[in-house]
């Protein structure tokens, strides 16, 4: 009776494990960060766009006299170093202002178009 308890236990164990559904994806999260190829206007400005830089940088609110919607500017910030050390909070002011540090993927996305020459495309 015992016995037919425990295979009777067992069998349900069995059979709910495997019905657990787990796809490839949740098993193996994507761990890489497409750095190719990546343009102002459709990659960055969107990031910038996203963690708020261009509302607090907006050639009308220049906060810190910085405006990073003006492409001038943003080249100029971006060639000095310093938008990307604020962005890794490493040796800058810590951008986005008074907010968590971005993700860290975005973060390369932005210094891959950093290290193809800042390009206005
Ligand atoms: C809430 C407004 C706000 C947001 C959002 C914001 N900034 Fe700033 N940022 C400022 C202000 C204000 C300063 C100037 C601070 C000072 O001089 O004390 C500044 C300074 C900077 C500087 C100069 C840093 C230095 O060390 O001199 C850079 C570069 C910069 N911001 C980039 C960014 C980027 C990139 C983002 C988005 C990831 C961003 N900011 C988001 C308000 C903001």
């Known amino acids: 009776m015992v016995r037919n308890f425990i295979l009777y236990i067992l069998g349900i164990v069995c059979f709910a494990s ?3 559904y787990q796809n490839e994806e ?3 999260p994507s761990t890489t960060c497409d750095t190719e190829a990546m343009s102002l206007a459709s990659d960055i400005t969107p990031i910038l766009t996203n963690y708020g830089c261009l509302s ?3 050639t009308v609110s220049n906060q810190g006299s910085i405006a990073l ?4 500017d943003l080249k100029e910030w971006s060639d000095n170093g310093i938008l990307l050390k604020s962005m890794r909070h490493d040796g800058a002011l810590a951008m ?3 907010q ?3 993700n860290a993927c975005d973060i390369e996305k932005v210094a891959a178009w950093i290290t193809d020459g800042s390009l206005n495309n």
Do not use: G
């Not at 919607?69 to 001038?72: F, P």
């Open 100 to 102: 968590a540090k971005m």
């Open 26 to 28: 949740e098993l193996f």
């Open 18 to 20: 495997s019905c657990n």
């Open 69 to 72: 919607e003006n492409y001038d």
């Open 96 to 98: 986005p202002q008074n």
């Open 56 to 58: 607090c940088h907006s």
